[in-house]
């Protein structure tokens, strides 16, 4: 991703909740949001409030952000909805879409340069400058990648 975040002891929660985006897609972790789990399921807000024990109005606040939900409330919903609470984005759910989002664009975006590349190469134009740059970009992607899945996650932080 270009918009690299950092933690360090001064971050804000909305910073905590974008780094934790940031790893969640990165890692290929397909986290979801309390929404996505509950329309899974295809079950209503009302339906789900119940079944966690609270009110209509603080579920729909959740699923906007999860990052203070009751523990013990949000075990009851991922029950309900049967994934497991490492399936659900610890964050604000704008955060993981924005997230998702962007990782679309940059393989969207390489796939795009691909096709010019084979274009080009039909007029008989030398690729060979482009098709080096663009594999740099792979690479450093792919370090990315790697990198992040050594990044702290919510498991490794907790013991």
């Known amino acids: ?27 290929g972790r397909h986290m979801i949001t309390l ?4 329309e899974n399921v295809k079950r209503s807000t009302k339906e789900a409030a119940v079944a966690a024990g609270i009110t209509e109005r603080t579920l729909k606040r959740w699923e906007i952000d999860c990052g203070r939900v009751d523990a013990f409330a949000l075990g009851r919903l991922c029950i309900f909805y049967g994934v497991s609470m490492d399936h659900i984005f610890p964050g604000k759910a704008t955060d993981l879409l924005a997230a998702r989002m ?15 590349i084979v274009v080009l190469k ?14 740099e970009i ?21 013991m």
């Open 1 to 27: 991703m270009d918009n690299t975040i950092t933690l360090n002891r001064n971050s804000t929660r909305a910073y905590h909740s974008k780094y934790l985006a940031q790893c969640a897609v990165s890692k």
């Open 35 to 38: 929404r996505e789990a509950r």
């Open 102 to 116: 962007e990782v679309s664009i940059v393989e969207k975006k390489t796939f795009e340069i691909d096709d010019l």
């Open 122 to 135: 039909q007029m008989g134009r030398d690729t060979t400058e482009l098709e080096n740059f663009v594999e």
């Open 138 to 158: 792979r690479k450093s992607r792919e370090a990315e990648t790697k990198n992040a899945s050594s990044a702290p996650t919510q498991e490794t932080l907790s």
